[in-house]
C-alpha cells in the first residue's frame, strides 16, 4: 500500500521523531514535512533522514491558507498528521494571540484544505491530530484523565489546543471528515526544545546556571520517552478507530522537585562532579499563573485496543536525553542563540 503524508510540524521535537519513525519504517510512502520553521522548528532534527527518497520538506505556516491549499494540490495526501502547534505554556501567558494563529486558525486552515480535497470521497482518508492532556485542566492528588474526562483548559496554550481538537471533532459531525485525535502526556527526549522543564535544566546544569523550580516544586507530570510517543502515533494512526480519541501517557507521574532532583543526580554523575554538586543550583521562582497541579493519564485503551505501553523505563530515558544532549551541544549552542535569549531574558528575569 502506498500513501502520502503530511506531517505538519516535523521539524520539532516530537514531530522530528514522527517523521524519522514514518520514513525508515514505510519506504513506500512519500512523507512530506510541512514546517514554517519557527524558533522550535530545525531541520537539523531530520539530517539523517533528508536525503531519503520518500522524504520531502516543504516550508509552509499552516496560518497562511494559501500556503495550505497549495501544498495539498502539489502533494494531494491521504493522511494528515498535524502537530504543528505553538507548543510552550510560559510563552502562551506571554502572547496568547500568536497561540489562536497557529493552534486553532492552522488547525482549521488544515482541516478546510483536507476537507476541499477529500470531499466526496474520504475512503482511506485520515486528518490525525495529536493533542495534549492539558486539555483536561488539572487533576488533585487522585485520579487519572481518561478519554471521558470533560475538558477544562487553564492556560491559553490548552485553550488553543482543546479549541482546534473540538474543531477537528465539528468537522467530523458536520462534514464526515475522517479524523482521529490523541492526546498525550509530557514528553522528554533527544531534540527537546531547551524552554521545557528537562531540556532546560540540563543546559542550565552544564552552564551552572540557576535551575528555576516554579512555586513550591509539589507538581506532579507524567513523563513519557518521545519515541513511545511516536510509536504510539504510528499505531493509532494505523489501526486506531475513526472518530475516536486515544489518550496516551508514560504510567511515570514524578513531582517537579523530585525529578528535578534525580535529574541534577544523573548530570553531576555524567560531568564527573561530587555528588550533589549541582544541587545548590535549584532555585524556587514565583509560581506560573494558573499552574495545573497535576496530570496523569489512564492509557488503558490504548494498551487494550491497539497494544500500546511504553518501552523505555525513565531510568533508561533519562540516561539517552543526557546522553544525546552531551554528544549534541553544537545541537544545543545554535538554538539558545538570538531569541532564545530574549525569551529566557522576559521568563526568568524577576
Ligand atoms: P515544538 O514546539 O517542539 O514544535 C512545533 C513545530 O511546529 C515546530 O517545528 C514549528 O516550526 C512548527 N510550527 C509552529 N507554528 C507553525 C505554523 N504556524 N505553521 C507551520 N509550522 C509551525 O512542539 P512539540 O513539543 O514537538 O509538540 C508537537 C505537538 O504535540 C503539538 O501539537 C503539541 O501540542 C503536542 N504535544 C506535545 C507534548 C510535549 O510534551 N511536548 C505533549 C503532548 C502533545
Ligand atoms: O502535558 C503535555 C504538555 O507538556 C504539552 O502539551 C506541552 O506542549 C509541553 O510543553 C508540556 O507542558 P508543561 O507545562 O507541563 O511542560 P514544561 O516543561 O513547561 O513544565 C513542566 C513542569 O515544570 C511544569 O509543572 C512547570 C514546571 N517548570 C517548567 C519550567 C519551564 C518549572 O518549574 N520551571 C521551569 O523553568
Known sequence: ????????????????????LFVNKYPEYKIINLDALTYAGNLENLKDVEDKPNYVFEKADIINKDEVSSAFKKYNPDGIIHLAAESHVDRSIHSPLDFVY?????????LNASKELWEGNFEGKRFYHVS??????????????????????NSPYSAS????????RAYGETYHLPFIISNCSNNYGPNHFPEKLIPLFINNIIEKKPLPVYGDGK???DWLFVKDHATAIDLVFHRGKEGETYNIGGFNEWQNIDLVKLLVKKMDEKLGNPEGASEPLITFVKDRPG?????????TKINKE?????????????????DWFFENKEWLKNV???????????????
Open 1 to 20: 500500500m502506498s500513501k502520502t503524508i503530511i506531517i505538519t510540524g516535523g521539524a520539532g521535537f516530537i514531530g522530528s521523531h514522527v517523521v524519522r
Open 102 to 110: 497557529t493552534n486553532v486558525i492552522g488547525t482549521v486552515n488544515l
Open 132 to 153: 495534549t492532556d492539558e486539555v483536561y485542566g488539572a487533576l488533585g492528588a487522585e485520579g487519572l484523565f481518561t478519554e471521558e474526562t470533560p475538558y477544562s483548559p
Open 161 to 168: 489546543k482543546a479549541s482546534s481538537d473540538h474543531f477537528v
Open 219 to 221: 507538581y506532579t507530570r
Open 291 to 299: 499552574h495545573d497541579l497535576r496530570y496523569a493519564i489512564d492509557a
Open 306 to 322: 491497539l497494544g500500546w505501553y511504553p518501552s523505555v523505563t525513565f531510568e533508561e530515558g533519562l540516561a539517552k536525553t543526557i
Open 336 to 350: 539558545t542563540s538570538g531569541e532564545y535569549q530574549t525569551y529566557y531574558e522576559k521568563q526568568y528575569s524577576n
